[in-house]
């Protein structure tokens, strides 16, 4: 059974840091694209970023680009999401979903709230 | 970036009747190279995680119900639910992903009548 577990959400100050991880299993973690879509309380979907199989492609969406770094590592299974100079738009559930185009699994999520 | 206008907002449909819910993108998804739309469609139920339904605008994936259908090419799409069961009350987006960033649709939120 496919399995995405997220950690790392929390409570920050605006301009603060964190770190999301994304725990794998049931499946092989380096044979996929994997993403980050994010949902801010009561509202939408937003993709975030994705990284290729290898770690060699990733992409992001311009409201995130230059903050936010997605990483992965094969060996230990896991995707990660570096967030720097956190900003209150940026408060959200961030789920890690699989899939290189369509996303056909995902994670429970993990909240992430910045306020002062 | 790719825009991706849903409609309604909302929707309220009996049990045992059909929904359906549009999507429109701003500039074609469609690929001529493979002829895939590269548009998937995803419910989502209170507290818990988006779940993909239908990928390249008309497949369903493994597990999901018949009664759940999609349609379309190029710009204009549509998930149509043929009989409505009280699971089936959720919120549906589209996505496109045809180029980045994969942009979603708003959502609609499907009640029963």
């Known amino acids: 059974e496919v399995q995405l577990v997220e950690s790392g959400g929390g409570l920050v100050q605006p301009g603060g840091s964190l770190r999301l991880s994304c725990a794998a299993s049931?499946?092989?973690?380096?044979?996929?694209?994997m993403n980050w879509v994010r949902q801010a309380p009561g509202k939408g979907l937003e993709w975030v970023a994705n990284i290729k199989q290898d770690g060699s492609e990733e992409h992001y969406v311009d409201s995130v680009k230059g903050r936010f770094t997605i990483s992965r590592d094969n060996a230990k299974n896991s995707l990660y999401l570096q967030m720097n100079s956190l900003r209150a738009e940026d408060t959200a559930v961030y789920y890690c979903a699989r899939g290189y185009r369509q996303s056909d699994s995902w994670g429970q999520g993990t909240l992430v709230t910045v306020s002062s | 970036d790719i825009v991706m206008t849903q409609s309604p907002d909302s929707l309220a449909v009996s049990l045992g009747e059909r929904a359906t819910i549009n999507c429109k993108s701003s500039?074609?998804?469609?690929?001529?190279?493979?002829?895939?739309?590269?548009l998937g469609w995803y419910q989502q139920k209170p507290g818990q995680p988006p779940k993909s339904l239908i990928y390249w605008a008309s497949t369903r994936e493994s597990g999901v119900p018949e009664r759940f259908s999609g349609s379309g090419s190029g710009t204009d799409f549509t998930l149509t639910i043929s009989s409505l069961q009280a699971e089936d009350v959720a919120v549906y987006y589209c996505?496109?992903?045809?180029?980045?960033?994969?942009?979603f649709g708003q959502g609609t939120k499907l009640e029963i009548k």
């Open positions: 500039q074609s998804v469609l690929y001529s190279s493979n002829n895939k739309n590269y």
């Open positions: 049931g499946f092989t973690f380096s044979s996929y694209w």
């Open positions: 996505q496109q992903y045809y180029s980045t960033p994969y942009t």
